[in-house]
């Protein structure tokens, strides 16, 4: 059985609530994310929580109170030292243009990627690789400049074995 545990960027909370998921439609989702996260198979980071808090939605109100637990402090020190090393990558890329720098140091995708590099996770994103990229920083051009494993929702879910029924 797969062992990998997964850290979820905001886009796949987002997304899954703003659309294919919503609260409404489709709760097994949402209760498959709390099941295994208790199992600590799935978590995020606190700083993906503030995202999704800004929302003042269903969506900021279920992170606070079902999936509170599951967002990991980005407090320490490997942590912070591996954030620094993403930071210095990112500013040394050409290819990006100030603002999309700017954008990523301001967000919690860099603490995401630097969470998931020292602590050994899969990252889940939405996003793509892109190597055109200029104005904005994909998590998974940085996942691959430092190893780090990544896909998508639909991935993690097949891989957790997770069916809704």
Known sequence: ?????????ANVFIEAARRYYAFDIAP?????????????????????KHE?????????TWATAQFSDAFASTD?????????E??????????????AKADFATGA???LVAYAKCKGLKVV???LPATDARRKVPI??????????YGDTFQMLRELGVRFS
């Open 1 to 9: 059985m797969d062992a990998t545990t997964y850290i979820l960027d």
């Open 28 to 48: 097994p989702f949402w209760e498959s994310l709390v099941h295994h996260a208790a199992n600590g198979r799935i978590q995020s980071i606190d700083r993906v």
């Open 52 to 60: 999704l808090e800004r929302g003042k939605d269903e969506l900021a």
């Open 76 to 84: 320490e020190e490997d942590v912070i030292e591996s954030y620094s």
């Open 86 to 99: 993403v930071m210095t990558w990112v500013q040394a890329q050409d290819q990006f243009s100030d603002a």
């Open 109 to 111: 995708d860099g603490w």
């Open 125 to 127: 994103t939405h996003e």
């Open 140 to 149: 998974p051009n940085v996942c691959d400049a430092f190893g780090v494993n």
